[in-house]
């Protein structure tokens, strides 16, 4: 059994460029949840997709958005890329969307210059 | 407002030593919690749970916790702690019917530990 993993693992982008973000959800989880965690912060729940569609979001812009495929991979992109936006992106595969036991992958580092 | 409270930034205790890290919420119904660790360069695990039932929760890694209603605490703790256990160390609280979307983590407290 495989568990969450991420790419790319750091990245490094400049203000208003684009990303984007994967995350490989582990073996027969159909959901996946992305967070955000500011340096010296708790992580910050984005946006849920559960089988494909999402499933709950939290206090992001627009410019943050996200698929799921049918493997229960997902994306997550973030346009119009701003400083603050520098962060460790983690993202947890669960069983359902009840998320009550999560695995998170190891993070993808942002830095936008 | 729904919250959580790690007041204690930064740990250091000697190895061998017992440990107790502080986490204090506040949630309009019943929660579930959550305690998680997170090493340098790693994503987070989880340690221990409490959705219901005993207050005193086990964990892994030798970890246990207790749900303290009154207090709207939800201390962890460990008897003996090893050079390993150093990490960050994040507290969670979710609604009782435990959606993602609902789930807020504290800020999470540095544990360091002295040979």
Redesign the interface.
């Known amino acids: 059994e495989t568990g969450?993993t991420q790419s790319p693992t750091h990245l490094i982008k400049t203000r208003g460029q684009q990303v984007t973000l994967r995350c490989s959800s582990q073996s027969g989880h159909n959901?996946v949840?992305w967070y955000q965690q500011a340096l010296?912060?708790?992580?910050?729940?984005i946006?849920?997709y559960y089988r494909e569609e999402e499933?709950?979001?939290?206090n992001f812009p627009p410019r943050f958005s996200g698929l799921q495929f049918p493997n229960y991979s997902s994306e997550l992109n973030v346009n119009a890329l701003e400083l603050d936006d520098s962060a460790l992106y983690?993202c947890?595969s669960?069983q359902d969307?009840?998320?009550?036991?999560?695995?998170?992958?190891?993070?993808t580092r942002l830095l936008v210059l | 407002a729904q919250s959580?409270t790690q007041p204690d930034i930064h740990i250091t205790v000697s190895e061998g030593a017992s440990l107790e890290l502080r986490c204090n919420y506040s949630y309009g119904a019943t929660p579930?919690l959550f305690w998680?660790v997170q090493s340098p360069?790693?994503?987070?695990?989880?340690l221990l749970?409490y959705?219901s039932g005993d207050t005193l929760v086990q964990g892994i890694k030798g970890f246990e916790a207790e749900f303290k209603r009154s207090q709207s605490s939800f201390n962890l703790r460990k008897p003996s702690v090893h050079w390993s256990d150093a990490a960050e160390y994040?507290c969670?609280v979710g609604p009782g019917?435990?959606?993602?979307?609902?789930?807020i983590?504290?800020?999470?407290t540095r544990l360091s530990i002295r040979p």
């Not at chain 2, 019917?97 to 789930?103: D, L």
């Open positions: 969450v959901t949840s010296g912060q708790g992580p910050q729940f946006f849920q499933n709950g979001r939290g983690l947890a669960s969307y009840r998320a009550e036991t999560q695995y998170f992958g190891p993070g | 959580v579930y998680y360069g790693q994503g987070l695990q989880l749970k959705f994040f969670a019917y435990s959606s993602a979307s609902k789930i983590f504290g800020s999470g």
